[in-house]
């Protein structure tokens, strides 16, 4: 398991939000937290301290007229920390060489494939013909659907008819370098994670995979390394005290490296 950081834009300031709450209505969302500092303050914190593999979401839609306030501070944050950030949000073929040469490790996907209720495969090959597999993360960020899980998209409000499987994650591995999952219905709650999430996840064997979402405690990570087998990778937003919540952001990192090695 290994601390994954995140910078989340919002409207052109980095946010924490309750995920499910996010609509392109007014560009609103439920905040938990907005920071005085911009992106790049926290990718150079990253950067300082070497933590790789973190992800930039620019939170706006490209109609938004704050996208070029958000794909502002998404540049900035890649300009302080060139070679360790991912990016996503409206990525698309058209424009992922812009941000991976503009600094992004990787472009993180979901509505441009996933979209209709449908896997667009067409989309996804462009995708690979462009950039090549081992510069894609797959966002397969997901809500529960009776006793499953569905991927979701736009906004995390539409739900796809693409149940999230070990099956799948086979087949879609195909295509990408990694897995970002957004578990949505606990995403910003810091109220514990999605545990049957996590145990598919943990046994599954592939490629790296992040989840996201609920982790509000040491407990909650304690419960991710043994449901995930010790195999997933974290992101933790909300919960940290440098977006104003209550876990200290040194000791998250402490205490992962400790237990990835136990």
Same mark, same amino acid.
């Given at each position: 398991m290994e601390f994954r950081p995140c910078i989340d834009i919002h409207n052109g300031q980095v946010k924490q939000i309750v995920g499910g709450s996010l609509t392109d209505i007014n560009n609103q969302a439920s905040e938990n937290f907005v920071s005085e500092q911009d992106a790049g303050f926290y990718a150079k $914190?990253?950067?300082?301290? /070497?933590?790789? +593999?973190?992800?930039?979401?620019? @939170?706006?839609? *490209?109609?938004?007229?704050?996208?070029?306030?958000?794909?502002?501070?998404?540049?900035?944050?890649?300009?302080?920390?060139?070679?360790?950030?991912?990016? !996503?949000? !409206?990525?698309?073929? *058209?424009?992922?060489?812009?941000?991976?040469? =503009?600094? =992004?490790?990787?472009?993180?996907?979901?509505?441009?494939?996933?979209?209709? /209720?449908?896997?667009?495969?067409?989309?996804?090959?462009? $995708?690979?013909?462009?950039?090549?597999k081992e510069k894609i993360v797959l966002d397969l960020s997901c809500r529960r659907k009776g006793t499953d899980y569905y991927i979701v998209t736009d906004r995390w409000q539409k739900f796809t008819d693409v149940k999230l499987n070990h099956e799948i994650l086979d087949e879609l591995s195909r295509y990408c370098d990694e897995f970002l999952i957004h578990a949505v219905d606990v995403e910003g709650k810091a109220s514990g994670i999605e545990k049957d @999430?996590?145990? @598919?996840?943990?046994?599954?064997? !592939?490629?790296?995979?992040?989840?996201? +979402?609920?982790?509000?405690?040491?407990?909650?990570? =304690?419960?991710?390394?043994?449901? !995930?087998?010790?195999? @997933?990778?974290?992101?933790? +937003?909300?919960? $940290? *005290?440098?977006?104003? /919540?209550?876990?200290?952001?040194?000791?998250?990192?402490r205490y992962i490296v400790r237990e990835s090695f136990s």
């Open positions: $914190l990253y950067k300082d301290q /070497g933590i790789k +593999g973190g992800h930039i979401i620019l @939170l706006n839609p *490209d109609s938004s007229e704050y996208y070029e306030k958000t794909k502002e501070q998404a540049l900035l944050a890649l300009k302080a920390y060139p070679g360790g950030l991912q990016v !996503g949000g !409206g990525i698309t073929a *058209d424009n992922a060489e812009e941000f991976l040469h =503009a600094g =992004a490790t990787h472009v993180i996907v979901t509505s441009y494939v996933f979209k209709d /209720g449908q896997i667009h495969y067409e989309n996804l090959y462009k $995708l690979v013909d462009k950039v090549g @999430l996590a145990e @598919l996840l943990g046994e599954w064997n !592939g490629i790296p995979v992040t989840y996201a +979402g609920g982790v509000g405690s040491f407990d909650d990570l =304690a419960d991710l390394k043994r449901l !995930g087998q010790n195999k @997933l990778n974290v992101t933790i +937003g909300s919960a $940290l *005290d440098i977006f104003g /919540g209550p876990m200290n952001y040194e000791e998250v990192q």
